[in-house]
């Protein structure tokens, strides 16, 4: 089966750093996905790793373990507008190619 | 270029009714996958669509359907609604199938009563 799992909630305020930890467990793997998702909107493409280590893009970087199952997402310089439900998504691999699995995500809440 | 749009955007049926949704991608996107967000479940793969074909399908039953058009326009179908259909239908399109990412649409929103 498929798991992949991510913290529910998480808070942090303005200028501050946060990481989303994201650990999976497939059967198949040909990448791991970061969306964002502000309430009501449909979810936004923010990263894309299939290689281990770390992708930057601007304040948000995204790292990946395949050993480990293992990603995170950071979040520099918080602004209020990052307040949204961020999903890790694992695209399979083989004959179910393009196919992404998605945690349930994380809300995050930045407060003043 | 115009992003992924989906109609209706809101919804209501009652059970037993069935229901189309429709998706258009990005142009020159041919690759386009479904998704059921709701807030027990999270986001769930339904089907993915490509150059007309479903390559890929997600544990869903089978009154939910979808069919993919020569202009890679997608429609998906639920017949016999049941109370637990009531999710937000989100489309996704990507340029091929495989790694490229996904860009999704607004969704629809169906509520069944």
């Known amino acids: 089966g498929q798991n992949i799992d991510q913290p529910t909630e998480m808070t942090a305020t303005e200028g501050a750093i946060v990481q989303i930890n994201c650990t999976y467990q497939?059967?198949?793997?040909?990448?791991l996905f970061w969306y964002q998702q502000h309430a009501g909107e449909a979810p936004t493409f923010l990263s894309y790793?299939?290689?281990?280590g770390l992708e930057e893009k601007g304040r948000f970087s995204s790292f990946l373990s395949r050993s480990k199952g293992y990603s995170y997402l950071l979040l520099k310089e918080l602004q209020m507008k990052d307040s949204a439900s961020y999903l890790c998504a694992v695209r399979d691999g083989g004959s179910t190619l393009g196919r992404l699995y998605f945690g349930r995500g994380t809300q995050l809440t930045v407060w003043p | 270029k115009a992003g992924v749009t989906q109609t209706p955007r809101y919804l209501i049926k009652t059970r037993g009714q069935q229901v189309t949704l429709s998706c258009s991608p990005i142009s020159g996107h041919r690759s386009v996958s479904w998704y059921q967000q709701t807030p027990g479940q999270g986001l769930q793969f339904l089907f993915e669509y490509f150059s007309e074909t479903q390559r890929n399908k997600g544990n869903f039953p089978g009154r939910f359907s979808g069919r993919q058009f020569s202009n890679s326009r997608s429609e998906m179908n639920v017949s016999t609604l049941e109370l637990g259909d009531s999710a937000l239908y989100l489309c996704a399109s990507s340029h091929e199938t495989g790694n490229y990412e996904q860009y999704f649409g607004p969704g629809t929103r169906l509520t069944v009563t």
């Open positions: 497939t059967s198949g793997f040909n990448g």
């Open positions: 790793n299939v290689l281990d």
